[in-house]
């Protein structure tokens, strides 16, 4: 595959300084492993991951997108779906939606070893934990991501060491490496499709089964009009399995508002009810994201409790771009639960983009992420443009030659998306390395070439992949 002529200028403006920051935390990868690589090691938000003080959290438009975004408000009805609705390219995050799903392994090592918690009161008390480390990553002010493209896709890759483990209340904690098969560390890989576009829905599934869990899901995003503010409502849920313990924690996530569309200043709430829920053990996190009050009060503030039926165990309140505090209720102690400044953030890992399939995310969108951080608005419509009017001829070609599309990594088995190729079986130090190829997350086996998406340290093993 020849490399795309672009490629260098946008790793260089999206990954500039990076790769350094990545070695230095990346928690066990050293620099001859990264050199030997082909893949691309990226701090999590690279340019969209800032400190959550004011002046860096807001933005205040210019006269002229300010005139043109409501110029194209003042067509609208309140309550009009807006993901049919073409936004100007100023207020784009220069993202997927696929990848936005990544912002939730940034601190993906606090679920390390919490399987091995015996306590089904402390295991729901870490996942909650790790719930509440992937909201403070955004962009400043209000930016959307891309729609996905039907078929689209986005994979990835997290590689936790053994000085990662954030999860100070585990007794043991599981290891291996980059691939996960042995002592120093666990990887945990991703793999997301879109397989809707109006509506638009994608699935997401996750694996480290090194460290027992396997996470899927099915997120069905809804943007409305209200009128000053504009709303995404973020339905489905993900599912996050201990494989150990039989468990399924069943979560859900709060609803986005960009506030001063049309005067002040732009920013991004989040608010709403969620929850944890683990029907096996009872116990459930509640969640409640608090929307700033007109006098007074702060942004960005949550409360919630942990319990089981009418019990409650803990109480939590804080900032999540900050710092919350969590109170045993039985003890009567309050210690810190969430403390931004206080985590490491750990690497992901992606292809670079000559080595991505030309429906991936990154590669897909690559001119009009080039254009955008040129700042460059008048290019990125014209290439958004152009991805969504072939996006349209397809659907007419399908239609035409009656042709259903089919997701390729994930089916329909009842009512639920599933990942065709999920392993939920229990990790034995014994089984071959596990990869991610083609989409496809397998044992390594002897006769296959060597991934460049995996180790390049790892020797194959014989195994074939899971049916």
Same mark, same amino acid.
């Given at each position: 595959?020849?490399?795309?002529?672009?490629?260098?200028?946008?790793?260089?403006?999206?990954?500039?300084?990076?790769?350094?920051?990545?070695?230095?935390?990346?928690?066990?990868?050293?620099?001859?492993?990264?050199?030997?690589?082909?893949?691309?090691?990226?701090?999590?938000?690279?340019?969209?991951?800032?400190?959550?003080?004011?002046?860096?959290?807001?933005?205040?438009?210019?006269?002229?997108?300010?005139?043109?975004?409501?110029?194209?408000?003042?067509?609208?009805?309140?309550?009009?779906?807006?993901?049919?609705?073409?936004?100007?390219?100023?207020?784009?995050?220069?993202?997927?939606?696929?990848?936005?799903?990544?912002?939730?392994?940034?601190?993906?090592?606090?679920?390390?070893?919490?399987?091995?918690?015996?306590?089904?009161?402390?295991?729901?008390?870490?996942?909650?934990?790790?719930?509440?480390?992937?909201?403070?990553?955004?962009?400043?002010?209000?930016?959307?991501?891309?729609?996905?493209?039907?078929?689209?896709?986005?994979?990835?890759?997290?590689?936790?060491?053994?000085?990662?483990?954030?999860?100070?209340?585990?007794?043991?904690?599981?290891?291996?490496?980059?691939?996960?098969?042995?002592?120093?560390?666990?990887?945990?890989?991703?793999?997301?499709?879109?397989?809707?576009?109006?509506?638009?829905?994608?699935?997401?599934?996750?694996?480290?089964?090194?460290?027992?869990?396997?996470?899927?899901?099915?997120?069905?995003?809804?943007?409305?009009?209200?009128?000053?503010?504009?709303?995404?409502?973020?339905?489905?849920?993900?599912?996050?399995?201990?494989?150990?313990?039989?468990?399924?924690?069943?979560?859900?996530?709060?609803?986005?508002?960009?506030?001063?569309?049309?005067?002040?200043?732009?920013?991004?709430?989040?608010?709403?009810?969620?929850?944890?829920?683990?029907?096996?053990?009872?116990?459930?996190?509640?969640?409640?994201?608090?929307?700033k009050p007109f006098f007074g009060g702060?942004?960005?503030?949550?409360?919630?409790?942990?319990?089981?039926?009418?019990?409650?165990?803990?109480?939590?309140?804080?900032?999540?771009?900050?710092?919350?505090?969590?109170?045993?209720?039985?003890?009567?102690?309050?210690?810190?639960?969430?403390?931004?400044?206080? =985590? &490491?953030? #750990?690497?992901? %890992?992606?292809?670079?983009? !000559?080595?991505?399939?030309?429906? /991936?995310?990154? *590669? @897909?969108? =690559? &001119?009009? #992420?080039?254009? %955008?951080?040129?700042?460059? !608005?008048?290019?990125?419509?014209? /290439?958004?443009? *152009? @991805?969504?009017?072939?996006?349209?001829?397809?659907?007419?070609?399908?239609?035409?030659?009656?042709?259903?599309? /089919?997701?390729?990594?994930?089916?329909?088995?009842?009512?639920?998306?599933?990942?065709?190729?999920?392993?939920?079986?229990?990790?034995s130090p014994s089984e071959p390395i596990?990869?991610?190829?083609?989409?496809?997350?397998?044992?390594?086996?002897?006769?296959?070439?060597?991934?460049?998406?995996?180790?390049?340290?790892?020797?194959?093993?014989?195994?074939?992949?899971?049916?």
């Amino acid at each position: 595959m020849d490399p795309l002529p672009c490629i260098n200028n946008i790793d260089k403006m999206r990954d500039e300084s990076t790769l350094s920051n990545s070695i230095t935390n990346s928690g066990g990868m050293n620099e001859n492993k990264i050199k030997k690589s082909g893949d691309k090691i990226e701090q999590q938000q690279q340019q969209d991951a800032i400190p959550s003080t004011d002046d860096q959290t807001t933005e205040v438009l210019e006269e002229e997108p300010r005139n043109l975004l409501i110029s194209l408000l003042s067509e609208l009805k309140i309550g009009v779906d807006l993901s049919k609705v073409p936004l100007p390219t100023f207020i784009l995050e220069p993202r997927s939606l696929l990848e936005k799903f990544t912002d939730f392994m940034i601190h993906g090592d606090l679920l390390c070893g919490v399987s091995k918690l015996q306590d089904p009161l402390d295991r729901i008390h870490q996942i909650t934990k790790w719930y509440l480390s992937g909201f403070y990553f955004r962009p400043k002010g209000v930016k959307k991501p891309y729609n996905p493209i039907l078929g689209e896709i986005f994979r990835s890759r997290w590689d936790f060491g053994t000085n990662s483990n954030n999860n100070s209340s585990s007794s043991s904690s599981s290891s291996s490496n980059g691939n996960g098969n042995n002592n120093e560390g666990t990887t945990a890989f991703l793999v997301a499709e879109q397989i809707s576009h109006h509506p638009p829905v994608s699935c997401v599934y996750i694996s480290n089964r090194k460290d027992g869990y396997t996470m899927s899901g099915i997120i069905n995003p809804r943007s409305k009009f209200l009128g000053t503010s504009m709303a995404v409502i973020v339905d489905g849920s993900i599912t996050l399995t201990l494989h150990e313990h039989q468990e399924e924690y069943v979560i859900t996530f709060p609803t986005a508002y960009a506030r001063g569309i049309l005067f002040g200043t732009l920013l991004t709430e989040i608010c709403g009810s969620t929850s944890i829920t683990c029907k096996n053990t009872q116990y459930k996190t509640e969640l409640d994201f608090k929307s700033k009050p007109f006098f007074g009060g702060e942004y960005n503030v949550v409360t919630g409790k942990i319990k089981k039926k009418s019990e409650t165990f803990y109480q939590f309140s804080g900032k999540w771009d900050d710092r919350i505090d969590i109170t045993n209720t039985k003890k009567k102690t309050t210690e810190t639960f969430w403390d931004v400044s206080a =985590q &490491k953030r #750990t690497p992901r %890992i992606v292809r670079a983009l !000559q080595d991505q399939v030309e429906n /991936e995310s990154q *590669r @897909l969108w =690559q &001119k009009v #992420t080039q254009a %955008i951080i040129k700042k460059d !608005q008048k290019e990125a419509t014209v /290439e958004k443009n *152009r @991805l969504e009017d072939e996006q349209r001829k397809s659907v007419r070609q399908r239609k035409e030659q009656n042709i259903d599309w /089919e997701p390729k990594y994930f089916k329909k088995v009842g009512d639920q998306w599933v990942y065709k190729y999920s392993n939920t079986s229990l990790y034995s130090p014994s089984e071959p390395i596990e990869i991610e190829e083609n989409g496809i997350i397998q044992f390594k086996n002897s006769s296959s070439s060597s991934s460049s998406f995996s180790s390049p340290s790892s020797s194959p093993n014989g195994a074939n992949s899971p049916k």
